[in-house]
């Protein structure tokens, strides 16, 4: 089976840059993704590791270390609307097809 | 483009009942697939569809069932509600179930189904 783990909860202030790391046990590991969920809302991807090293996209980065079993999402400049609950992902391939399986989350409050 | 939607957005139910909710994908999205949001569990893979085949199930017991129509709208079913069923029910729909790595999902809004 697959399980990760990530902190529950993080607490930065705006303007920082915080860093949400993520462990994983998987077979037939395929990549890591990252997703935002507001309360109350949907989550919404952010980035996707397959490869080892690190992907940039705005303020958001992800890293990947496959060898480790561990990444992590680097957030810079933090922005009150940042405050959420991030997920990290594992996509694994099992019996064909598409499966994710999603750490706990990571609370994530930002405060002035 | 139209995101995925999901219908109704709440619902309320009574033990021993039974649900079905509705998931519509993104337009030419292929794969849906469906996950129990709860607060002590978090996220959990339900299933996965694909060109109206199950490719993917998680570990459920038997109550929750899905399944896809050939427009690859999706629908689930949960016989015999409990208590513990109580959750947030999310669709997420990709474009293709295959062996794409970078393939993004894409989450609808969900349906809060509350069992008293």
């Known amino acids: 089976g697959q399980s990760l783990e990530q902190p529950s909860e993080v607490t930065a202030v705006e303007g920082a840059i915080v860093q949400i790391n993520c462990t994983y046990q998987t077979s037939g590991f395929y990549g890591l993704s990252w997703y935002q969920q507001h309360d109350g809302g949907a989550p919404t991807f952010l980035s996707y590791?397959?490869?080892?090293g690190l992907e940039e996209t705005g303020r958001f980065s992800s890293f990947l270390s496959r060898s480790d079993s561990y990444g992590y999402l680097l957030l810079q400049e933090l922005q009150m609307k940042d405050s959420a609950s991030y997920f990290c992902?594992?996509?694994?391939?099992?019996?064909?097809?598409?499966?994710?399986?999603f750490g706990t989350g990571t609370q994530l409050k930002v405060e002035l | 483009k139209a995101g995925v939607t999901q219908t109704p957005r709440y619902l309320i139910k009574t033990r021993g009942q039974q649900v079905t909710l509705s998931c519509s994908p993104i337009s030419g999205h292929r794969s849906v697939s469906w996950y129990q949001q709860t607060p002590g569990q978090g996220l959990q893979f339900l299933f996965e569809?694909?060109?109206?085949?199950?490719?993917n199930k998680g570990n459920f017991p038997g109550r929750f069932s899905g399944r896809q129509f050939s427009n690859s709208r999706s629908e689930m079913n949960v016989s015999t509600l409990e208590l513990g069923d109580s959750a947030l029910y999310l669709c997420?729909?990709?474009?293709?179930?295959?062996?794409?790595?970078?393939?993004?999902?894409?989450f609808g809004p969900g349906t809060r189904l509350l069992v008293l």
């Open positions: 992902a594992v996509r694994a391939i099992t019996g064909g097809g598409n499966k994710l399986t």
């Open positions: 590791n397959a490869l080892d």
């Open positions: 997420a729909s990709s474009l293709d179930a295959g062996y794409t790595p970078q393939e993004t999902q894409y």
């Open positions: 569809y694909f060109s109206e085949t199950q490719r």
